[in-house]
């Protein structure tokens, strides 16, 4: 009968975090523009299966989440709302898987804990909001280590065709995934060494092998993401970036900085407590040893591994990208509050942790500071007074790409010299219905010119100045920052 008791509390304590999360997740889904990526993410769902399979858009990404969000198009439409709507539904799947993988490899509270961590870190939230694969990665990098943890548990042969389908998505959603792939082959072959007894050796090596042949495809992929220029998202990696990343990963969002501090304070002292934990419990070979392990490792191993890589090659720190390890790590802080010792200093600092995180979430969803730039409402502006004959030229292909997507109707240029960029291409752009210009090609009689300076503000801004100087200047505009200027091509001079 307690028992019972326990299953119903734990049942309408999980349905309570799952409509928490739900409403976090769906609220203003539609609310806010899209920004650079998201655009990219709509332009490559516009096109036809074959261009996405043959990647004629030149992702740096493999074809899965885009093939998702090409079907979804078709079948519920191209709004905002629509196509960030998979991200959204993901994200809320990710909290039953991490409440499942709690549960599995330690008990029900534990799952609780890890659900409730998912439904309220803002980091978590944003990418639930975001019209790209990284929702995706967490729900299949998270199902991927839950497969891992029934395989040992579980020996019934359905869990390795499980664990090639979840491998396989994750596979085709991000390059990354093979980190974690890599990650859990380890685990299995030190656990399988050390104990002398589990899942079959062949299953295992059947399983990779099958797995390597489906995954080979992808070969014709490798040449986009191997073009790409060094540095081009981060300028180096330090000490202090990786100290930040478990901050990165829970509340390093949307909150202003006497909030960030507390919040950093929080994270960093149920850190080092979650950690000490560990180590104790896995020097003392309690009965859940093996389990923890294989969270330490699916945390560390992936963050190391991408750490090591962007010391030695190119940086990659990004958190979005080392999202792989991110389960790993809500998991250990919600199995350091299920632990006796520090259990209380650990509940509290976790629930410290949870409202700052709430805090964060509502600086996401209502604070407009926090809010992405209002390309969509520029856009609509700029459609109302642009003549039909006029050129709209772009100082940045972001701009370039949010403004097509939202005004479709006008005639889209972006002007471009200098390029290091492999995604800046002239067949991409045409393929858009635009083209890439030199600034001394011939104009319209009247243009536009805008400034979406989320990127390359430098640049834009000499852009401006050499236009400024060249063409009359008919008219200026900004709407939340974003400038827009309409100028004569047939005479010099500046005029107000």
């Given at each position: 009968m307690k028992c019972i008791r326990q299953d119903r509390r734990d049942i309408i304590v999980l349905c309570l975090i799952l409509v928490a999360a739900t409403a976090l997740r769906l609220v203003r889904l539609g609310y806010q523009s899209e920004w650079n990526d998201e655009a990219i993410s709509a332009v490559i769902a516009g096109g036809t299966t074959q261009q996405i399979l043959t990647n004629q858009f030149h992702s740096l990404h493999p074809p899965g989440y885009y093939l998702l969000l090409h079907f979804w198009r078709g079948w519920f439409g191209d709004t905002d709302f629509a196509l960030r709507l998979p991200s959204a539904l993901m994200g809320i799947a990710s909290i039953m898987s991490m409440y499942l993988l709690g549960r599995s490899l330690?008990?029900?509270?534990?799952?609780?804990?890890?659900?409730?961590?998912?439904?309220?870190?803002?980091?978590?939230?944003?990418?639930?909001?975001?019209?790209?694969?990284?929702?995706?990665?967490?729900?299949?990098?998270?199902?991927?280590?839950?497969?891992?943890?029934r395989l040992w548990q579980d020996r019934r042969s359905f869990w390795w065709p499980l664990y090639l389908l979840v491998s396989l998505l994750g596979l085709y959603t991000h390059y990354f995934f093979t980190v974690l792939i890599g990650v859990l082959g380890l685990y299995f072959i030190l656990r399988r060494?050390?104990?002398?007894?589990?899942?079959?050796?062949?299953?295992f090596f059947l399983t990779h092998v099958t797995?390597?042949?489906?995954?080979?495809?992808?070969?014709?992929?490798?040449?986009?993401?191997?073009?790409?220029?060094?540095?081009?998202?981060?300028?180096?990696?330090?000490?202090?970036?990786?100290?930040?990343?478990?901050?990165?990963?829970?509340?390093?969002?949307?909150?202003?900085?006497?909030?960030?501090?507390?919040?950093?304070?929080?994270?960093?002292?149920?850190?080092?407590?979650?950690?000490?934990?560990?180590?104790?419990?896995?020097?003392?070979?309690?009965?859940?040893?093996?389990?923890?392990?294989?969270?330490?490792m699916a945390y560390w191993l992936p963050v190391l591994i991408i750490?090591?890589?962007?010391?030695?090659?190119?940086?990659?720190?990004?958190?979005?990208?080392?999202?792989?390890?991110?389960?790993?790590?809500?998991?250990?802080?919600?199995?350091?509050?299920?632990?006796p010792k520090e259990k209380v200093v650990n509940i509290v600092l976790i629930v410290l942790l949870m409202f700052t995180g709430l805090l964060a979430d509502y600086n996401w969803l209502f604070n407009p500071h926090y809010s992405k730039p209002p390309a969509r409402e520029a856009a609509l502006f700029l459609q109302e007074r642009a003549l039909p004959q006029e050129v709209i030229?772009?100082?940045?292909?972001?701009?370039?790409?949010?403004?097509?997507?939202?005004?479709?109707?006008?005639?889209?240029?972006?002007?471009?010299?200098?390029?290091?960029?492999?995604?800046?291409?002239?067949?991409?752009?045409?393929m858009m219905g635009g083209e890439i210009i030199a600034a001394d090609d011939p104009l319209t009689e009247t243009f536009w010119l805008v400034l979406h300076q989320d990127?390359?503000?430098?640049?834009?801004e000499d852009l401006f100045r050499r236009f400024d100087k060249r063409y009359t200047r008919l008219a200026s505009y900004t709407v939340g920052g974003v400038r827009m200027y309409r100028y004569g091509a047939s005479s010099r001079g500046a005029t107000q």
């Open positions: 330690f008990k029900r509270e534990t799952g609780l804990w890890a659900a409730a961590m998912t439904a309220l870190m803002p980091f978590h939230l944003f990418y639930s909001q975001e019209m790209r694969m990284y929702s995706q990665l967490f729900l299949l990098s998270s199902l991927a280590v839950l497969c891992q943890a060494w050390l104990i002398h007894t589990g899942p079959r050796w062949r299953n797995m390597a042949i489906l995954y080979s495809p992808i070969v014709l992929w490798l040449g986009d993401q191997s073009s790409q220029s060094r540095d081009y998202w981060i300028q180096g990696v330090s000490l202090a970036h990786f100290l930040s990343i478990p901050l990165a990963f829970t509340v390093g969002h949307f909150l202003e900085s006497f909030s960030l501090q507390i919040g950093y304070g929080v994270v960093l002292m149920v850190f080092i407590i979650t950690m000490l934990q560990a180590g104790r419990s896995v020097k003392q070979r309690t009965p859940d040893s093996f389990s923890l392990v294989l969270v330490l750490f090591a890589v962007s010391i030695l090659w190119t940086p990659l720190t990004l958190p979005r990208l080392m999202m792989v390890a991110v389960p790993g790590l809500y998991l250990l802080i919600a199995w350091g509050a299920t632990m030229a772009h100082a940045s292909d972001s701009g370039f790409r949010l403004f097509y997507r939202y005004s479709p109707q006008l005639d889209h240029r972006f002007v471009l010299e200098d390029n290091d960029n492999p995604q800046i291409r002239p067949e991409i752009f045409r990127f390359d503000v430098e640049m834009q």
